[in-house]
């Protein structure tokens, strides 16, 4: 099955510190996404990528950068972090099979509290 | 933007009740759907996907989707206490899956 590392799995940091959340995963999906997990929002898409080098905007991208620099990594980048970032992070890599639907695989989650 | 709406929030039912689960979206250009399950404290896991009208069936497990209305649904036969998870339904058009906010399923011995 296809495996999706995210680290670390908890992060403390205070508002206005730099935090970079990691994710590797080593299936050679082509897609990458960066999600956020909150009760009564669901799974929320911040930043996806296509591959390596490209990142896109995702539904909720403001406070957030991403960077693609490889096939495996995907990362995501909160400059100045705010309590309003805390949350539950996932990170999902897939790839549009021929004529069917793009399965996504998920990391376990990096729980983030910004104090 | 696209939204995904659940329904019920959260439901208990007994040890082998069918249990039904349900989710409107608001693109009918919608391509793909897809059901995904989520323990406690775990990551979300891909559970059926279906891109047509119609029915899907996998074990216990019957997905139901259905365009015109906008409809789509999940329903679980001879539920049992393991099946206790949040359940998110998605849809996407343009490799981008949209998620709705969750059903919280509790089977109760």
């Known amino acids: 099955e296809a495996a999706v590392t995210q680290s670390p799995r908890n992060k403390v940091a205070v508002t206005g510190g730099k935090v970079t959340l990691s994710c590797n995963q080593t299936?050679?999906?082509?897609?990458m996404y960066w999600y956020r997990q909150d009760t009564g929002h669901g799974l929320r898409l911040i930043h996806y990528?296509?591959?390596?080098?490209?990142?896109e905007k995702g539904d909720i991208p403001d406070g957030y950068k991403a960077s693609r620099p490889s096939q495996e990594n995907f990362s995501l980048i909160l400059e100045l972090a705010t309590p309003s970032q805390t949350s539950v992070y996932f990170c999902?890599?897939?790839?549009?099979?021929?004529?069917?639907?793009?399965?996504?695989?998920f990391g376990s989650g990096t729980r983030l509290t910004v104090l | 933007q696209q939204k995904v709406q659940q329904s019920p929030e959260s439901l208990i039912v007994p040890e082998g009740a069918m249990t039904s689960l349900n989710c409107t979206f608001s693109?009918?250009?919608?391509?793909?759907f897809a059901w995904y399950r989520q323990h406690s404290g775990k990551a979300p896991k891909a559970l059926m996907s279906?891109?047509?009208?119609g029915e899907k069936e996998e074990g216990r497990f019957t997905i139901h989707l259905n365009k015109a209305s906008l409809h789509f649904s999940l329903h679980i036969r001879d539920s049992q206490p393991s099946d206790s998870a949040l359940y998110l339904c998605?849809?996407?058009?343009?490799?981008?899956?949209?998620f709705g906010a969750g059903t919280r399923l509790k089977v109760i011995a």
């Open positions: 279906i891109f047509s009208n």
């Open positions: 299936n050679n999906h082509n897609n």
């Open positions: 693109d009918s250009a919608s391509q793909y």
């Open positions: 998605a849809h996407t058009g343009n490799y981008k899956y949209v």
């Open positions: 999902a890599s897939g790839d549009p099979g021929l004529g069917s639907a793009e399965t996504l695989y």
């Open positions: 990528s296509y591959g390596a080098g490209s990142t």
